[in-house]
C-alpha cells in the first residue's frame, strides 16, 4: 500500500505551490502594467487638450487679425461652445475640438482681454 502513494523520483509537473508562485508573480506584473498604461491614456489626453487650446487660440488670432471683432466669449459651457462653432462656421477651425480630459463638466474656457487685445484659452476644472 505505502509503495501506491509514493511519487516515483521521475515524475514530472509542477506542484500547487509553484503554480501559485506563478499567478501572484502574473498578477503582480499586470497591475503595475495597468497603471503604467492608464497613466499613458491620461497623458496623452492632457497633450491632446493642449494641442486644441493652441489650435483654438490661434483661431481665435486669425479671427480677430481679419475681422477686427471680438468674438463672444466666456466662462461657460455655453458661450465657450458658441464662439467654437462661430469659429467653424467661418472656416477657422475644421473641426470642433472636445475636451478629452475624464471629469464631468469640462470645457475649454475662452476669455478676451481688452487691455492686451488678445484671447486666452484654458480647458476648466471638473465639477464635482
Keep these: 500500500m505505502k509503495t501506491r502513494f509514493r511519487l516515483k523520483r521521475n515524475q514530472k509537473g509542477m506542484t500547487l505551490i509553484e503554480l501559485l ?7 503582480i506584473l499586470a497591475a503595475v502594467a495597468g497603471v503604467a498604461v492608464t497613466r499613458g491614456f491620461n497623458s496623452s489626453r492632457v497633450n491632446t ?18 475681422t477686427g471683432v471680438t468674438t463672444r466669449v466666456g466662462a ?3 458661450a465657450s461652445t458658441a464662439a467654437l462653432n462661430a469659429l467653424h462656421d467661418e472656416g477657422y477651425l475644421a473641426n470642433v475640438p472636445t475636451v478629452q480630459q475624464t471629469g464631468a463638466g469640462r470645457f475649454f474656457v475662452i476669455t478676451y482681454s481688452a487691455a492686451t487685445n488678445t484671447y486666452s484659452v484654458s480647458v476648466s476644472a471638473a465639477t464635482p
Design 76 to 78: 461657460d459651457s455655453a
Design 49 to 66: 487638450d493642449n494641442t486644441s487650446v493652441q489650435v483654438i487660440q490661434d483661431a481665435l488670432s486669425r479671427y480677430l487679425m481679419d
Design 21 to 27: 508562485a506563478v499567478v501572484v508573480i502574473l498578477g
